[in-house]
């Protein structure tokens, strides 16, 4: 047996079992919600992998998923739980609409530039808030940043229902069109956008910066042991805030780049989960970015598919949270070899 | 007067949804156990209670369920995180994921419709409007003490502390670590469940998608700021309580902010209660919480 396939062969093996295991239970799920599971397996990888249209959009949904990955991964690196690229999602969205909206008279690449820089500025301050909050060692960043996935839609609600909803259409609470130099150029005959390239660059930086710059090497020295860090003058309270801020600046960017390729205008309903599925892939990928890569093409497959299933088998949408919850219990409940901690 | 004694009649109506899901985590925590899940659980609990006091006309029917379904959800995670060693933090999120999901699919054909109540009873005088209840409000005020007393007055909440310090050596003084964990885990689930059904077939009688609003998280809160006390999560409750109440009225009245930023009270007086009195809780809180227990060898 070639060597390759020696050392390969019990991962392998491993990732078959689970993904059966997924499927099993999530079908034995659907018997029980009175739908046919070998239809609804077929219709969901007809309609999302076979056809070019359904492939294609399933890569234009892996834009904000590489994002908020790597907002989740980089905190992960320094040993922090960001559950908060939500918040930092809408926040980015918010301040880079404010750019898309306040900002006249600026050629396309300069307004671009400006309003990215604005969506990563909202994400960043949003993910500082918990990152200060922990530096300091006042509170854990766990709370603080699911509790600021409360405030973030509230907030972008106030702006949107408010000073800055479109007078035209007075029924739909949203805010009036971006202006074309506003909008992110996107591939003839796809959605396919600058969003998507802007995830593979960021992910490209992360691997490399991660496993072959000095700061790197920080950064797993703060995420190891962070005692030990401190003793070797590493600044682990700067490395936490600056974690927390790059990964919300990157959960921001998601943001804005999903409102103006996809939507055109900021709305509340911009996000269907993109932060918490950010988490997930984290947690499959475990920060490695090749990891990051897979498994944001697999989530986003799970997310398409649960809009197949919502129009074929008309389940609610919230079947895909009960599919990813799913995922999760059975990666979590595989056994480790003895002193791994998950 | 009269509009301060509305307020704090409300006060006590919204801090018993709250209170069941702290209590429930105080006690999980003090064997060592974190649970991002209670949030999953409220909704669980929520929209399983509406859907049977809805098809039963029976809202205690409800309440049993919905104990039950936060039970078993419950189980699960203590089974993760004691027999699989999972990570407490993943396992918690993955209920969270699961409670919002199911609910919603679950609670899908009762979305604006009415069940049947939990019936009131006043508190005062039988004439008073303000100060009714239903019984698991009145519950909810009994069980905080009797928890306290469990745990630091009792030989079995004494065990139940020894493994939130440290398991092995209550492994070694023959607790059995995952047993007690178990039963913590069991007793969380059923609070927060009741809570969250208390939200749908007690207070507002209807069932909506993610009506908890952040709740479970919130609990979560109120326990650090409890410092693992029952009696402290009373007060944390009530604030809570009151925050909400609040909200409401000034709502009611009209006054011309708008009412995403009134919404905005209890999440900002939550983390504003972390910053003052979760500091430093360190040294309070139980030595082996969120870790994971491989076992004495």
Excluded at chain 1, 52 to 71: F, H, N, Q, Y
Excluded at chain 2, 115 to 137: E, M, N, W
Excluded at chain 2, 274 to 285: E, F, N, P, S
């Amino acid at each position: 047996m070639p060597n390759f396939l020696r050392r390969w062969k019990w991962p392998a093996l491993r990732l078959i079992v689970t993904v059966v295991v997924i499927l099993g239970v999530f079908g034995l799920f659907l018997l029980l919600m009175g739908k046919d599971p070998i239809k609804a397996y077929r219709d969901t990888f007809t309609s999302n992998v076979l056809n070019p249209r359904g492939l294609s959009e399933l890569v234009v949904r892996m834009a904000p998923l590489l994002l908020t990955a790597l907002a989740v991964a980089i905190p992960f690196r320094v040993g922090l739980i960001n559950v908060g690229a939500e918040g930092q999602f809408m926040l980015g969205a918010l301040l880079g609409s404010w750019a898309a909206l306040n900002v006249q008279g600026l050629p396309q690449p300069l307004h671009l530039l400006l309003l990215i820089l604005a969506g990563m500025v909202g994400g960043a301050l949003w993910g500082a808030i918990p990152g200060l909050l922990r530096a300091l060692g006042w509170i854990n960043e766990t709370i603080t940043t699911l509790l600021l996935n409360y405030l973030a839609p509230l907030i972008v609600g106030y702006f949107v229902f408010g000073p800055w909803r479109a007078p035209e259409l007075a029924m739909y609470p949203q805010t009036p069109e971006f202006p074309p130099t506003a909008r992110f150029p996107s591939i003839a005959g796809t959605r396919l956008h600058l969003g998507f390239f802007l995830g593979l660059f960021f992910l490209a930086i992360y691997a490399y910066l991660i496993s072959r710059s000095r700061w790197g090497l920080e950064m797993r020295a703060v995420g190891g042991n962070p005692e030990a860090a401190r003793r070797l003058g590493i600044p682990v309270e700067r490395w936490i805030l600056v974690a927390m801020m790059v990964g919300g600046a990157l959960a921001g960017l998601a943001g804005i780049a999903e409102v103006a390729a996809i939507h055109g205008r900021l709305k509340m309903a911009i996000s269907p989960g993109y932060g918490f599925m950010g988490f997930l892939i984290n947690w499959l990928a475990f920060a490695n970015p090749v990891g990051i890569l897979i498994m944001s093409f697999l989530v986003a497959f799970i997310a398409s598919s649960g809009f197949t299933l919502q129009i074929t088998q008309r389940l609610p949408y919230a079947a895909v949270n009960v599919l990813m919850a799913l995922i999760l219990f059975t990666v979590l409940a595989k056994p480790l070899a003895k002193g791994v901690q998950r | 007067m009269s509009w301060f004694l509305s307020w704090l009649s409300g006060a006590i109506l919204y801090a018993a949804p709250i209170l069941y899901p702290t209590l429930g985590e105080v006690v999980e925590q003090r064997t060592g156990m974190v649970n991002l899940g209670l949030e999953g659980l409220m909704l669980l609990g929520a929209s399983v209670s509406f859907a049977v006091s809805y098809i039963t006309k029976n809202p205690w029917l409800g309440i049993l369920a919905a104990m039950a379904t936060g039970l078993a959800a419950n189980l699960v995670y203590a089974w993760l995180v004691v027999h699989r060693n999972a990570s407490q933090l993943a396992a918690g999120l993955a209920l969270m994921f699961f409670g919002i999901g199911m609910s919603a699919l679950l609670g899908k054909p009762y979305v604006g419709q009415m069940a049947a109540y939990l019936p009131k009873y006043p508190l005062l005088g039988s004439q008073s409007l303000i100060f009714r209840y239903d019984l698991l409000v009145f519950l909810a005020f009994f069980l905080a003490p009797l928890v306290w007393f469990f745990l630091f007055r009792t030989r079995w909440g004494l065990k139940l502390r020894a493994v939130g310090e440290s398991p092995a050596i209550a492994y070694a003084a023959g607790v059995s670590p995952g047993l007690v964990r178990y039963l913590a885990a069991a007793f969380a689930g059923i609070c927060a469940a009741v809570g969250g059904a208390h939200l749908s077939i007690g207070i507002t009688g209807t069932w909506s998608e993610g009506m908890t609003a952040g709740r479970g998280f919130i609990a979560i809160a109120l326990v650090i700021f409890s410092r693992w006390n029952p009696l402290r999560a009373i007060v944390g409750a009530l604030v809570f309580g009151g925050a909400v109440v609040l909200q409401l009225q000034l709502q009611a009245q009209g006054i011309g902010v708008s009412a995403f930023l009134m919404d905005m009270i209890p999440y900002v007086l939550t983390v504003l209660v972390l910053l003052v009195w979760g500091r430093g809780v360190r040294h309070v809180a139980p030595a082996s919480l969120g870790r994971v227990y491989f076992g004495t060898e």
